[in-house]
């Protein structure tokens, strides 16, 4: 028998080099969708030479905004699973460009939903949800909790949601959602607020007067460590009870104490460095967001085991290492 064959959508980011790795390890075939990727065969894409395996992935282009597109590349590949991750993912950069947020977040899911109705694919298909469905939570969001969306991102992953969960009741097809919270690693860009801190505290160290401007440091999150997430994505995908499922640790941290956490690690006082600057505040700002774990332990018997003081030390010793 040859090797099961698993297609990502938007693989060229954070987590899917590293469910590509992990994928690999399993002996599975990886193909590959990025837009950065110019002629097939081409790898030459920068989280997977980081994780040492631009080479074993199969990278394809394709527009995923166009059906034709997707289905000539589902056709093609026949792939035994699909994971689809690609979105513009910045809740900040939604605010200014909700065109091609929606387009990258409804219209590739609508694509790819449809063309395994119109083919009758018959494999596991996993859709990349999001925490900024839900907006502000008072207690642990569990698969109950109601939407409230705040930004364009919130909204167009909330209409994934609720297509994935429409086509899995109407047409049977064997798709699911991961509601996923934020899960880090040194994969992150410095859009996003973790790698951030840490790229600007290091500078700090050589720099004393060194200035940080961060936005609202009151906000809280629950912060897992994405090598750990993609096993849920697994779990999920392939679990014959195809139910949505909730990944988060269930813990709540200040962003003020994430500052703290990293320039301790440090030994640097994050009061002589960090400034809370308006222009970085978000219009549609969430102020508390957090998980509840239950369920996924329950059906999957996946829980997060890296904590928050892990994760920071993780991604300092990554980033002083790769200097
Ligand atoms: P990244 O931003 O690192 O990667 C996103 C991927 O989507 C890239 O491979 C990129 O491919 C592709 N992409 C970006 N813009 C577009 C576009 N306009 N059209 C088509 N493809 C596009 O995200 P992560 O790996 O961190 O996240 C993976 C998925 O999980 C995303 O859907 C994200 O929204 C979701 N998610 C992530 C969380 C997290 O904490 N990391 C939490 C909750 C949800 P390329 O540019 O090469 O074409
Ligand atoms: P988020 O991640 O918006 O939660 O989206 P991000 O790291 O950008 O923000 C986390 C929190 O920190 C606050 N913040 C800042 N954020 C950034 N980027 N830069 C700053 O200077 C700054 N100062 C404060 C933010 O306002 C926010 O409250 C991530 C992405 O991976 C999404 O794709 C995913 O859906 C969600 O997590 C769950």
């Given at each position: 028998m040859g090797k099961k064959i698993s297609l990502i959508f938007g693989c060229s980011g954070q987590d899917g080099a590293l469910l590509s790795r992990s994928l690999l390890k399993q002996n599975y075939e990886v193909v590959g969708t990025s837009r950065?990727?110019?002629?097939?065969?081409?790898t030459c894409l920068r989280n997977h030479s980081l994780l040492g395996i631009d080479k074993d992935v199969r990278f394809k282009n394709c527009h995923l905004t166009n059906f034709k597109e997707v289905a000539n590349l589902i056709d093609k590949v026949n792939p035994d699973e699909i994971y689809n991750l690609a979105a513009q993912s910045s809740v900040s950069k939604s605010y200014k460009n909700p065109q091609e947020t929606f387009s990258s977040i409804i219209d590739v899911t609508l694509n790819i939903l449809e063309v395994c109705r119109e083919t009758n694919y018959d494999g596991n298909i996993f859709f990349a949800g999001?925490?900024?469905?839900?907006?502000?939570?008072?207690?642990?969001?569990?698969?109950?909790h109601k939407h409230r969306p705040l930004s364009p991102y919130g909204i167009a992953k909330e209409t994934s949601f609720n297509l994935v969960e429409l086509y899995r009741n109407l047409?049977?097809?064997k798709c699911v959602t991961g509601i996923l919270f934020n899960h880090e690693s040194?994969?992150?860009?410095?859009?996003?607020?973790t790698q951030k801190i840490i790229s600007e505290a290091l500078l700090c160290t050589n720099k004393k007067s060194h200035k940080v401007s961060l936005g609202n440091l009151n906000v809280q999150r629950d912060w897992g460590w994405a090598e750990e997430y993609i096993e849920a994505f697994q779990l999920i995908n392939r679990s014959t009870s195809k139910k949505d499922q909730i990944v988060c640790t269930g813990k709540l941290t200040k962003l003020e104490r994430f500052v703290e956490i990293v320039f301790d690690e440090l030994n640097l006082n994050w009061k002589d460095h960090v400034t809370s600057d308006s222009?970085?505040?978000?219009?549609?700002?969430?102020i508390k967001s957090f998980g509840d774990p239950s369920q996924i332990k329950n059906d999957l018997n996946w829980e997060a085991k890296v904590n928050i003081n892990s994760i920071i030390k993780k991604l300092i010793e990554f980033k002083i290492n790769s200097l």
């Open positions: 950065a990727i110019k002629t097939n065969e081409v999001s925490s900024e469905i839900f907006g502000n939570t008072e207690t642990k969001a569990n698969i109950k047409y049977n097809i040194p994969l992150r860009n410095k859009n996003f607020v222009e970085f505040f978000r219009k549609g700002e969430i």
